[in-house]
């Protein structure tokens, strides 16, 4: 399954290699090459069925990748108390579509204009574009999440607006080219992850709201 996002990138790098092998027909390097690049781009693209935990309190990844943080954090732009946090790098390999963590209502939609650094370090998630949407779960506790661009990523995409109801693992939008995703849980919660740990959106349990 290819992500609607993605879609227009696939049919145009298809389009691109039928147009050169019409053009050069002899060339055979030109017309394997776009075949490999259309592959590539409906690979990047792909957005696989996740079966999402049943577990009680349970706020699962928005994002596949790899955790570069996870702890505690201050007050911020999208925590008015000081909670947890778990960042998540996803590299050019990794699935681009994020999913809900928590199923709850769209409070806040928060897009800020920034810089490309690299999503893998700190200051990404101070100074680079970003979209952060706040969810506030049936028990009334609030979860956040932050989409953050990345050194190429250079569009981000939220689907959701301010008072739309959410399901826990559903799809809510993606980031192009390797980015990064915050999230952002109350103090009282347990984390699930460590440094390093490897998740899976809509099916990794990154904490558990007590």
């Known amino acids: 399954m290819i992500a609607l996002e993605g879609v227009p990138f696939v049919l145009a790098t298809a389009a691109a290699t039928v147009a050169v092998y019409f053009v050069w027909p002899k060339s055979v390097p030109l017309a394997v090459t776009g075949l490999l690049l259309t592959a590539f781009v409906a690979w990047f693209f792909r957005d696989p069925e996740r079966v999402t935990p049943g577990e009680p309190g349970a706020v699962i990844s928005p994002a596949d990748g790899r955790v570069v943080f996870?702890?505690?954090?201050?007050?911020?732009?999208?925590?008015a108390e000081p909670g947890k946090k778990v960042s998540v790098f996803m590299s050019v390999f990794d699935v681009h579509v994020n999913r809900a963590p928590v199923s709850g209502k769209v409070t806040?939609?928060?897009y800020n204009p920034g810089k490309f650094f690299v999503a893998s370090v700190d200051k990404a998630s101070l100074e680079n574009?970003?979209?952060?949407?706040?969810?506030e779960t049936p028990g009334g506790q609030t979860v956040s999440y932050v989409q953050i661009a990345g050194l190429i990523a250079r569009r981000i995409v939220c689907r959701l607006s301010e008072g739309d109801m959410v399901k826990q693992g559903q799809r809510v939008g993606m980031i192009r080219f390797g980015s990064r995703v915050d999230i952002f849980l109350p103090q009282s919660a347990a984390l699930r992850v460590r440094m390093g740990d490897r998740v899976r959106a809509g099916e990794s349990v990154v904490g558990v709201l007590k």
């Open 129 to 135: 574009e970003q979209n952060g949407v706040s969810l």
């Open 108 to 110: 806040a939609v928060r």
């Open 70 to 79: 996870c702890g505690e954090c201050p007050p911020g732009r999208y925590n």
